[in-house]
């Protein structure tokens, strides 16, 4: 027949067309490579801005940080302030007066001053909704600053802040990303639209942001802290985790944050090295201590027992994460009560505490998210849970939240709803979690996130203590006390604590994840 | 005939405010705000109350939805919480790639599906044929999205051949072949599923009409096989192939949202699906209420232009 003859031919002359047309367009393997020097970064999610006291993503953060400063920043792979805009300060006796001294000679990347001035614009900006510039906002995280009652210019090189009240947090917020200094006249020349064009003091200045595509930062030969490496720095958004893993293996970028568990393995041989840094992260179960069940602490210490949090961290999170042992990280190192062991996995024990409390077989309802910031792979750890809980007698039926559904179901509280639910919080203060989600005066119902009712009087004494103790060691001390009382207490399950993860190419050298979970890229090199 | 265009646009008034109300009323019922969203771990009461109020969600709905409407007719689409960028920019440029992606996917599906239909037909029941019958009931039964991730791994993680995702390099021209470069591979993802369904109806199409008269007729004259099934045949199956197109027109573009997210194709599907995620209502209702229109103008188009080759459709 004809017609085979001739499709043969037409499909000879196509296959021939389209392969020339593939030699032209395939470009030669190179432009897969990046061009040294300049480091692309797989990011999450496209950023929302970057005016620092505007978001609230750690996506954003990780942009931010490269090209802003704070007055305090945190030591090399720690969660402790040291100077940074600030060269010194002094607290007064009643802690609540800051006064610091600001670096000389720095300019913000637009050539204006850094000085006094610059530092109150930025938080009278945020907190006094009389600024000529507060429009510039809204600003979410403002609240981390609402004990400042005045930002006063001493002169061009100190600065005070006086607080309505003594603040132990205060420093440890000035170093978290809503304390980074923008510069007030890059603010009135952009006005809404400083978000999109950023200028700080930082290692890397801002050059070129293209929408769902790219924002490039360059090298600041003139950084206070000495020029970096890099001469430029790409943020691409890939929010696909399979296609940022397959990007990354394609040479498409140089480093990849959040790896999935899944495909770390991946990863494991040369040319790729994995990073892994525990950070200030807890993942637990918030139990309702106000009616059902786990209003007993035996139930409560039950359910600890019960859930083999072993397993789930090493198969279901396949290493990215640690048993969690009580409420406070470990990651803050000078306030973690280094006595405390976690719950063992101990199924026999959880059942006589469960006879001794009369609660075989209690029905439980749990509530399970479909995903949401640090809640890790919460239906499969939701499952296991619903497994070792049922394995000791308890029937537990599981509803399962699209994550804003989720938050807002479980932060008004449990009660009347369910018996527990899964949490998971990233703090930058030993302070924030247990002050929001522990105290008494925390409940949802007086505005905070206590879900679960958990009531302590003393634990309620020992954290108010601790936010007004301007001495470290002792918020320390008394936040080791705190962590004991509840970890007997069970208000929670404690579960884990999440290991950041990044991976880089063998093209860079010099990186390290930050326990804040902050990518500092000023000392890293590519080759 | 101007009379005509002018009733078909009036009848859309309605269907376009329709369907504000609707997207509206959806995105204020599904539960979570934004201010939950952008404040994740932070959201108190306090907090959500005070964000809602500078993001002006604290008003009552109605006056809300009026206030959306009469910005929107002034061609104010409002700004993104999330991407703190006006809704119109956003939405213009995603959907723009949105047609890029798509329409290059219909035009292979079209060409690849009728070809492989008529090649298919003209063999009936020969070796061509079953391949061709085989492969395309592999294509349609592959999911689009796994096919994309199975088409990364090979051509840009193991052969390097295309970039993994975007739309265009990071480094270099911004020219139509590093565009085509990146778009290859979600086309084809996005073209395999339409070519074998346009690949099927095209073939059954060609059968019906090989068996009629005028085909026996223009073999008994002496026309060339090749003449037979290119020019008298596939026109005339074209009046039944043509409504397939359309219909997979529509499947195509829907069917980008996967694509779109494999491949992190800057597009409207993906938006819209991180938009809705991130309880981004401004940008849902944009992105939503352009993409209506744009259909509905379609569809106007499409009526009279076939009013115009057919008066009688014009009722």
């Given at each position: 027949?004809?017609?085979?003859?001739?499709?043969?031919?037409?499909l000879l002359?196509?296959?021939?067309?389209?392969?020339?047309?593939?030699?032209?367009?395939?470009?030669?393997?190179?432009?897969?490579?990046?061009?040294?020097?300049?480091?692309?970064?797989?990011?999450?999610?496209?950023?929302?801005?970057?005016?620092?006291a505007a978001v609230t993503a750690v996506n954003d953060f990780r942009i931010l940080m490269n090209v802003y400063d704070g007055l305090v920043r945190y030591k090399d792979g720690t969660l402790e302030v040291e100077p940074a805009l600030a060269t010194s300060w002094e607290i007064s006796e009643d802690g609540t007066e800051y006064t610091f001294t600001l670096r000389e000679g720095v300019t913000f990347h637009d050539g204006s001053a850094f000085d006094a001035e610059a530092v109150k614009f930025n938080f009278d900006r945020m907190l006094d909704e009389s600024h000529p510039y507060h429009d510039t906002g809204p600003f979410p995280l403002a609240f981390f600053f609402s004990a400042v009652q005045e930002v006063e210019v001493v002169d061009p090189l100190t600065v005070k802040f006086t607080l309505d009240a003594p603040y132990a947090p205060f420093l440890s917020n000035l170093a978290y990303p809503t304390g980074l200094i923008v510069s007030p006249a890059a603010v009135a020349e952009h006005g809404a639209e400083f978000g999109r064009n950023p200028s700080g003091t930082g290692a890397f200045t801002f050059a070129e942001w293209r929408a769902n595509e790219a924002v490039v930062i360059e090298a600041n030969p003139d950084y206070w802290d000495g020029a970096p490496e890099l001469q430029a720095v790409?943020?691409?958004?890939?929010?696909?985790?399979?296609?940022?893993?397959?990007?990354?293996?394609?040479?498409?970028?140089?480093?990849?944050?959040?790896?999935?568990?899944?495909?770390?393995?991946?990863?494991?041989?040369?040319?790729?090295?994995?990073?892994?840094?525990?950070?200030?992260?807890?993942?637990?179960?918030?139990?309702?201590?106000?009616?059902g069940p786990f209003a007993d602490v035996r139930v409560r210490q039950a359910a600890n027992y019960a859930i083999n949090k072993s397993a789930i961290v090493n198969d279901v999170l396949e290493g990215t994460a640690e048993v969690a042992a009580g409420p406070t990280p470990p990651a803050f190192a000078w306030a973690y009560n280094e006595a405390l062991e976690p719950y063992p996995y101990d199924p026999d024990k959880a059942r006589a505490l469960i006879a001794e409390a009369g609660a075989e077989g209690a029905e439980l309802t749990f509530y399970v998210t479909e995903g949401g910031s640090g809640m890790l792979d919460p239906v499969a750890m939701g499952t296991a849970m619903q497994a070792d809980l049922e394995a000791v007698g308890f029937d537990v039926s599981i509803e399962t939240y699209e994550w804003n559904t989720f938050l807002g179901n479980v932060n008004p509280g449990l009660e009347g709803k369910a018996d527990m639910a899964q949490m998971a919080w990233m703090t930058n203060d030993p302070d924030t979690l247990p002050y929001l989600a522990?105290?008494?005066?925390?409940?949802?119902?007086?505005?905070?996130?206590?879900?679960?009712?958990?009531?302590?009087?003393?634990?309620?004494?020992?954290?108010?203590?601790?936010?007004?103790?301007?001495?470290?060691?002792?918020?320390?001390?008394?936040?080791?006390?705190?962590?004991?009382?509840?970890?007997?207490?069970?208000?929670w399950v404690f579960v884990a604590n999440w290991k950041q993860n990044a991976v880089t190419s063998d093209r860079v050298e010099g990186f390290s994840l930050q326990p804040s979970f902050f990518l500092l890229l000023d000392d890293v090199v590519k080759n | 005939m101007g009379g005509y265009i002018l009733k078909r646009l009036v009848s859309a008034i309605p269907v376009l405010l329709g369907i504000t109300v609707i997207v509206f009323l959806i995105m204020a019922l599904i539960p979570g705000d934004p201010a939950t969203a952008i404040l994740g771990s932070y959201a108190t009461p306090e907090n959500v109350a005070k964000l809602n109020a500078d993001l002006g969600l604290d008003k009552?709905?109605?006056?809300?939805?009026?206030?959306?409407?009469?910005?929107?007719?002034?061609?104010?689409?409002?700004?993104?919480?999330?991407?703190?960028?006006?809704?119109l920019d956003e939405v213009m440029e995603r959907f723009g790639a949105t047609l890029i992606l798509a329409g290059t996917a219909f035009v292979l599906c079209s060409l690849l599906g009728v070809a492989a239909g008529v090649v298919s037909a003209a063999n009936q029941y020969g070796a061509?044929?079953?391949?061709?019958?085989?492969?395309?009931?592999?294509?349609?039964?592959?999911?689009?999205?796994?096919?994309?991730?199975?088409?990364?791994?090979?051509?840009?993680?193991?052969?390097?051949?295309?970039?993994?995702?975007?739309?265009?390099?990071?480094?270099?021209?911004?020219?139509?072949?590093?565009?085509?470069?990146?778009?290859?591979?979600?086309?084809?993802?996005?073209?395999?599923?339409?070519?074998?369904?346009?690949?099927?109806?095209?073939?059954?199409?060609?059968?019906?009409?090989?068996?009629?008269?005028?085909?026996?007729?223009?073999?008994?004259?002496?026309?060339?096989?090749?003449?037979?099934?290119?020019?008298?045949?596939?026109?005339?199956?074209?009046?039944?192939?043509?409504?397939?197109?359309?219909i997979q027109a529509g499947f195509v573009l829907s069917g980008a949202v996967y694509i779109e997210i494999v491949f992190q194709w800057p597009g409207i599907g993906r938006m819209l699906v991180d938009a809705i995620l991130k309880r981004d209502?401004?940008?849902?209702?944009?992105?939503?209420?352009?993409?209506?229109?744009?259909?509905?103008m379609f569809n106007i188009a499409v009526d009279v232009g076939q009013a115009l080759l057919d008066p009688r459709i014009k009722t």
């Open positions: 027949m004809s017609l085979l003859s001739l499709s043969r031919r037409g002359a196509a296959g021939t067309a389209l392969g020339l047309g593939l030699l032209a367009l395939s470009p030669p393997p190179a432009t897969a490579q990046t061009p040294p020097g300049v480091l692309i970064v797989g990011q999450i999610a496209e950023p929302k801005a970057l005016d620092p790409v943020f691409r958004p890939i929010t696909d985790a399979n296609t940022r893993t397959a990007e990354m293996l394609a040479g498409g970028i140089d480093l990849m944050v959040e790896v999935p568990p899944v495909a770390l393995s991946q990863f494991q041989d040369a040319p790729y090295t994995v990073h892994e840094q525990a950070g200030p992260h807890v993942w637990f179960l918030i139990l309702n201590a106000k009616e522990l105290r008494t005066e925390a409940w949802p119902d007086q505005g905070g996130f206590n879900s679960g009712y958990y009531s302590n009087p003393e634990v309620d004494a020992l954290l108010e203590q601790a936010r007004v103790a301007t001495d470290q060691d002792e918020r320390a001390r008394l936040y080791k006390e705190m962590q004991e009382i509840v970890q007997e207490d069970a208000p | 009552p709905l109605v006056q809300q939805y009026f206030i959306w409407l009469g910005n929107m007719l002034t061609g104010d689409f409002g700004t993104s919480f999330a991407l703190n960028r006006p809704v061509a044929d079953k391949a061709i019958t085989f492969t395309v009931l592999l294509g349609i039964s592959i999911p689009s999205f796994f096919l994309g991730m199975m088409m990364i791994l090979i051509f840009s993680v193991q052969l390097r051949w295309f970039p993994v995702s975007g739309m265009w390099p990071i480094y270099g021209a911004r020219d139509v072949w590093a565009l085509l470069d990146h778009l290859i591979l979600p086309a084809s993802a996005l073209a395999v599923v339409a070519t074998g369904v346009i690949a099927r109806l095209s073939r059954s199409a060609m059968l019906e009409v090989l068996r009629q008269d005028f085909i026996r007729t223009a073999r008994a004259k002496g026309v060339r096989e090749r003449g037979v099934i290119w020019r008298h045949a596939l026109r005339a199956a074209m009046v039944s192939i043509i409504p397939v197109l359309g209502i401004l940008l849902v209702q944009g992105g939503v209420v352009v993409v209506a229109a744009c259909y509905v």
